[in-house]
């Protein structure tokens, strides 16, 4: 057996001392001490020798085993006692010993301190003893007189309480070490508010229940005053997490906390206990119940600690700045982006929600180029104060720079409680500014496993929404999924077969009604797919334009307008022109009028054998943003044509503004031009042309009955079938040779 590690001759041996000096003034409580003997008498005149006395404050209370074995269970059952006296020779003539290495090495209690007394001496050597059995004294039972006895038992005790406040020191050291350790891993302010009450809760043995208070600014969302919150509770029986301390605390804590903060200094009294944390600037204050006053190594304990977790307050602090800019939009101090994706997690994976929207502005540039930036920012801010209206179970978040993020109950999120909250302006500064929005939504049944799948969906409802004419919302359905992932393979197998040269221009050649002369001819773009397969105008033409690809095709058709023209001047063919159509795209991108002028210079063509084709549909767009565009290019002698008039709903009022050359009769207006009472529309575009002084064709021409009664209507030029399907740039040559020749 070793000798334990809490042993040490300078507890267990003291000078003689007057009797005196060892009794002092008692307490309530008490040292226990067990008395182990097979002898009754020995029991009696131990207790009578020791019954007066008083060890550091308290007296004696006596427990009493006759053999080795009762002592065995008394010393398992019992944990408050601090001395043994123990008889060698009971039972056995090793029982005594036998009960040391019991308690030593099976019960492993370290801390009680031994006195071995036999009655016969020399029977087990002294030294040897105390070595392998860890006894605290060996004293033979004749030279235990009453004053050495007294002194044994004082020093044994002394020796007791000593180690005890080193070994609780120690583990009150290592729980603050551990504690602090685990502070550190700590990333938000109310994690670690609570990390440390889940420490001092141990460290302190009369702790009742606990706050962690700080100012909520910069923490708690929405606090933007000076005054404490509870960030973190232990053993409260209601929930104070993330409210005013002044306004759920008893006014006594609240007091109590308060004046600790702005004295900053600890406030300690019987009942409760009030710490002062600060660090780098960053201040908290730790209001701890106290159910039994404060020791005096409770104290130095606490003072530990608290200088072990400041740094960890002040870099929780700093974390959570760090938090704060990666998930927090910076301008609304709304969730961003990314915590907008971590919130549709928690909606995709079983959350309370039950619909999930984004807000786009419209023409929000508009208004920051405008009325400027700072304008701009103000009515973000107006917009995500008025979103935030819609109360505390919807989420709002700030997911691009005219975007807003929505989560919550489809009693708030549905259109047409979010269209109410953008009926009336909104106040920017000094402006009052009316805007639109449109919204993409999706409903949890129909949302995918994750955030990000989910912002994908509700990205496709928008794109969806904004498209869209008449309705400025849009629900997902799974099968949009599907259409847009057949756009984006479409679209990017347009950009291929493009770079390769695989888009084509074919003519419809155009004819003077009169004199059936080819005055010119209309471009028509084709695709044709690797595989040697034709996709639809009607299918392609749209994707180009929403994927912005229509921008480089339509320079390119330009470009290929100027090259024909160049090649059919060359073949003799001076008086035909080439007629190319141009979407919106176009008109917005700022470079269009400059690239086309520049490209009938480069390819030195008559610049009126070039016309630009534009709808009634662009018109209406932005009608005066075209108007000025198409002012340009007139000035420059290129051709402005109009096409599908009376298909859309411009006024009258514009026509007169376009500068345009040619009026084109949609061939919705001649399907049936030759029947009673069905040419009134076609009659009247064509009349109102003649009025204008523009040149009118009509296109769609099928049969000779339609061109017979264009030709009453005075009609200037037709197209159409009748007189030849599109074809390639090699046969509408060869379609001229052979009307020169005729």
Same mark, same amino acid.
């Given at each position: 057996?070793?000798?334990?590690?809490?042993?040490?001759?300078?507890?267990?041996?003291?000078?003689?001392?007057?009797?005196?000096?060892?009794?002092?003034?008692?307490?309530?409580?008490?040292?226990?001490?067990?008395?182990?003997?097979?002898?009754?008498?020995?029991?009696?005149?131990?207790?009578?020798?020791?019954?007066?006395?008083?060890?550091?404050?308290?007296?004696?209370?006596?427990?009493?085993?006759?053999?080795?074995?009762?002592?065995?269970?008394?010393?398992?059952?019992?944990?408050?006692?601090? $001395?043994?006296? =123990?008889?060698? @020779?009971? *039972?056995?003539?090793?029982?005594? %010993?036998?009960? /040391? +290495?019991?308690?030593?090495?099976?019960?492993?209690?370290?801390?009680?301190?031994?006195?071995?007394?036999?009655?016969?001496?020399?029977?087990?050597?002294?030294?040897?003893?105390?070595?392998?059995?860890?006894?605290?004294?060996?004293?033979?039972?004749?030279?235990?007189?009453?004053?050495?006895?007294?002194?044994?038992?004082?020093?044994?005790?002394?020796?007791?309480?000593?180690?005890?406040?080193?070994?609780?020191?120690?583990?009150?050291?290592?729980?603050?070490?551990?504690?602090?350790?685990? $502070?550190?891993? =700590?990333?938000? @302010?109310? *994690?670690?508010?609570?990390?440390? %009450?889940?420490? /001092? +809760?141990?460290?302190?043995?009369?702790?009742?229940?606990?706050?962690?208070?700080?100012?909520?600014?910069?923490?708690?969302?929405?606090?933007?005053?000076?005054?404490?919150?509870?960030?973190?509770?232990?053993?409260?029986?209601?929930?104070?997490?993330?409210?005013?301390?002044?306004?759920?605390?008893?006014?006594?804590?609240?007091?109590?906390?308060?004046?600790?903060?702005?004295?900053?200094?600890?406030?300690?009294?019987?009942?409760?206990?009030?710490?002062?944390?600060?660090?780098?600037?960053?201040?908290?204050?730790?209001?701890?119940?106290?159910?039994?006053?404060?020791?005096? %190594?409770?104290?130095?304990?606490?003072?530990?600690?608290?200088?072990?977790?400041?740094?960890?307050?002040?870099?929780?602090?700093?974390?959570?700045?760090?938090?704060?800019?990666?998930?927090?939009?910076?301008?609304?101090?709304?969730?961003?982006?990314?915590?907008?994706?971590?919130?549709?997690?928690?909606?995709?994976?079983?959350?309370?929600?039950?619909?999930?929207?984004?807000?786009?502005?419209?023409?929000?540039?508009?208004?920051?180029?405008?009325?400027?930036?700072?304008?701009?920012?103000?009515?973000?801010?107006?917009?995500?104060?008025?979103?935030?209206?819609?109360?505390?179970?919807?989420?709002?978040?700030?997911?691009?720079?005219?975007?807003?993020?929505?989560?919550?109950?489809?009693?708030?999120?549905?259109?047409?409680?979010?269209?109410?909250?953008?009926?009336?302006?909104?106040?920017?500064?000094?402006?009052?500014?009316?805007?639109?929005?449109?919204?993409?939504?999706?409903?949890?049944?129909?949302?995918?496993?994750?955030?990000?799948?989910?912002?994908?969906?509700?990205?496709?409802?928008?794109?969806?929404?904004?498209?869209?004419?008449?309705?400025?919302?849009?629900?997902?359905?799974?099968?949009?999924?599907?259409?847009?992932?057949?756009?984006?393979?479409?679209?990017?197998?347009?950009?291929?077969?493009?770079?390769?040269?695989?888009?084509?221009?074919?003519?419809?050649?155009?004819?003077?009604?009169?004199?059936?002369?080819?005055?010119?001819?209309?471009?028509?773009?084709?695709?044709?797919?690797?595989?040697?397969?034709?996709?639809?105008?009607?299918?392609?033409?749209?994707?180009?334009?929403?994927?912005?690809?229509?921008?480089?095709?339509?320079?390119?058709?330009?470009?290929?307008?100027?090259?024909?023209?160049?090649?059919?001047?060359?073949?003799?063919?001076?008086?035909?022109?080439?007629?190319?159509?141009?979407?919106?795209?176009?008109?917005?991108?700022?470079?269009?009028?400059?690239?086309?002028?520049?490209?009938?210079?480069?390819?030195?063509?008559?610049?009126?054998?070039?016309?630009?084709?534009?709808?009634?549909?662009?018109?209406?767009?932005?009608?005066?943003?075209?108007?000025?565009?198409?002012?340009?290019?007139?000035?420059?002698?290129?051709?402005?044509?109009?096409?599908?008039?009376?298909?859309?709903?411009?006024?009258?009022?514009?026509?007169?503004?376009?500068?345009?050359?040619?009026?084109?009769?949609?061939?919705?207006?001649?399907?049936?031009?030759?029947?009673?009472?069905?040419?009134?529309?076609?009659?009247?575009?064509?009349?109102?042309?003649?009025?204008?002084?523009?040149?009118?064709?009509?296109?769609?021409?099928?049969?000779?009955?339609?061109?017979?009664?264009?030709?009453?209507?005075?009609?200037?030029?037709?197209?159409?079938?009748?007189?030849?399907?599109?074809?390639?740039?090699?046969?509408?040559?060869?379609?001229?040779?052979?009307?020169?020749?005729?």
């Amino acid at each position: 057996m070793q000798v334990s590690e809490n042993t040490n001759d300078d507890f267990l041996f003291i000078d003689d001392s007057d009797e005196d000096e060892i009794l002092d003034e008692g307490s309530a409580d008490t040292w226990k001490v067990l008395i182990v003997d097979d002898d009754p008498e020995i029991h009696s005149v131990t207790q009578l020798a020791l019954s007066d006395l008083t060890v550091l404050g308290r007296k004696l209370e006596y427990l009493h085993a006759y053999s080795g074995e009762e002592a065995n269970t008394i010393i398992a059952q019992d944990n408050d006692i601090v $001395l043994v006296l =123990l008889d060698v @020779v009971m *039972e056995t003539d090793d029982a005594g %010993l036998n009960v /040391v +290495k019991h308690i030593r090495e099976e019960l492993n209690k370290q801390d009680i301190r031994i006195v071995l007394r036999t009655g016969q001496p020399g029977y087990a050597p002294e030294e040897s003893v105390i070595k392998d059995y860890d006894i605290n004294d060996y004293k033979t039972k004749t030279e235990l007189t009453r004053r050495k006895l007294v002194t044994t038992v004082y020093a044994a005790i002394r020796s007791y309480q000593q180690i005890t406040t080193v070994n609780e020191s120690r583990k009150g050291l290592e729980k603050i070490i551990n504690g602090s350790a685990n $502070l550190l891993e =700590l990333h938000s @302010v109310q *994690e670690f508010g609570q990390g440390v %009450l889940d420490q /001092v +809760k141990p460290l302190l043995h009369g702790f009742e229940s606990g706050l962690f208070c700080a100012r909520g600014h910069g923490i708690i969302e929405g606090a933007d005053d000076l005054d404490l919150y509870v960030l973190a509770q232990e053993n409260r029986s209601q929930d104070f997490v993330n409210q005013k301390l002044d306004s759920v605390a008893s006014p006594s804590c609240a007091e109590q906390v308060n004046f600790c903060f702005q004295q900053k200094k600890h406030i300690t009294t019987d009942e409760s206990l009030t710490l002062y944390l600060t660090r780098g600037g960053y201040r908290a204050v730790i209001f701890v119940k106290l159910s039994a006053p404060m020791s005096e %190594l409770d104290e130095q304990l606490i003072e530990v600690f608290l200088s072990n977790i400041a740094i960890g307050y002040e870099n929780v602090h700093l974390f959570q700045k760090l938090r704060n800019a990666a998930y927090k939009d910076w301008l609304t101090e709304k969730p961003n982006r990314l915590e907008f994706l971590n919130r549709l997690d928690k909606f995709a994976n079983g959350g309370e929600q039950d619909v999930a929207a984004l807000v786009d502005i419209n023409h929000f540039s508009d208004i920051n180029d405008g009325l400027g930036q700072e304008v701009g920012n103000q009515l973000l801010l107006a917009v995500a104060s008025r979103l935030s209206d819609l109360g505390d179970d919807v989420v709002v978040a700030r997911v691009g720079a005219d975007v807003f993020g929505l989560i919550g109950p489809e009693s708030l999120l549905c259109p047409e409680k979010l269209a109410s909250l953008f009926s009336t302006p909104f106040e920017a500064g000094e402006q009052s500014l009316p805007i639109n929005v449109c919204t993409g939504l999706c409903r949890k049944a129909d949302s995918g496993s994750g955030g990000v799948k989910v912002f994908s969906q509700i990205g496709i409802a928008l794109n969806l929404a904004k498209k869209d004419a008449d309705v400025h919302y849009k629900y997902f359905r799974p099968e949009m999924e599907e259409e847009t992932a057949w756009r984006l393979g479409m679209i990017r197998q347009l950009r291929t077969d493009f770079a390769a040269d695989r888009l084509e221009l074919w003519y419809q050649p155009q004819l003077d009604l009169v004199s059936g002369k080819v005055t010119g001819a209309e471009a028509l773009l084709r695709w044709r797919t690797e595989d040697g397969n034709f996709v639809s105008p009607a299918v392609f033409i749209p994707l180009a334009e929403y994927s912005g690809l229509i921008i480089d095709i339509g320079d390119w058709v330009v470009e290929q307008a100027c090259k024909l023209i160049k090649q059919l001047e060359s073949q003799g063919f001076d008086d035909v022109g080439i007629s190319v159509n141009v979407s919106i795209p176009q008109f917005r991108n700022d470079q269009f009028v400059k690239k086309v002028i520049s490209t009938t210079e480069n390819y030195q063509v008559e610049p009126s054998k070039l016309e630009l084709e534009i709808t009634e549909n662009i018109l209406m767009d932005d009608p005066q943003m075209v108007i000025d565009s198409l002012a340009k290019l007139k000035d420059r002698g290129i051709s402005i044509a109009l096409d599908d008039f009376g298909t859309g709903y411009s006024s009258l009022s514009y026509l007169q503004k376009l500068p345009i050359d040619r009026l084109k009769v949609d061939r919705s207006f001649i399907n049936e031009i030759a029947q009673p009472d069905k040419s009134l529309l076609a009659d009247t575009i064509i009349g109102l042309g003649k009025q204008l002084n523009l040149n009118v064709i009509a296109e769609g021409i099928e049969d000779k009955d339609q061109e017979q009664h264009l030709r009453e209507q005075q009609c200037d030029e037709v197209q159409g079938f009748y007189y030849a399907k599109p074809m390639p740039a090699e046969e509408f040559l060869a379609f001229l040779k052979g009307k020169s020749e005729s």
